[in-house]
């Protein structure tokens, strides 16, 4: 088996002189890490990030007038809701 580089710059095969960043995890030989980020820290992470954008859209729904937008905008929370049990 071959193993991966670490995350960093790469170089295109087809010698092209553009580089990119490789971050994916199954591209590194980190196991379980993120370019320098745990499972845990992605998590809290990502629980910071719904619960400030449910924040949003729950004032964005006490704004918004007609019941076609506040339908739209509830379904929105839904789903950040059940995103965010997901992660605790």
Same mark, same amino acid.
């Given at each position: *088996?071959?193993? &991966? ?7 295109? &095969?087809?010698? +092209?002189?553009?580089?990119?960043? @490789? ?11 993120? +370019?320098? *980020?745990? &499972? ?10 719904? /619960? @400030? +954008?449910?924040? /949003?859209? $729950?004032?964005?729904? @006490? *704004? +918004? ?15 950040? /809701?059940?995103? $965010?049990?997901?992660?605790?």
């Amino acid at each position: *088996m071959r193993t &991966a580089r670490p995350p960093g710059p790469r170089i295109p &095969a087809g010698g +092209t002189k553009v580089t990119y960043t @490789e971050r994916r995890k199954n591209r590194s030989d980190v196991p379980g890490k993120l +370019t320098g *980020m745990s &499972a845990n820290t992605l998590k809290s992470e990502l629980r910071n990030r719904y /619960k @400030e +954008t449910l924040g /949003k859209q $729950l004032v964005q729904r @006490e *704004m +918004t007038t007609g019941k076609m937008k506040r339908r739209k905008i509830q379904k929105k929370i839904t789903q950040t /809701k059940t995103w $965010l049990k997901r992660l605790q």
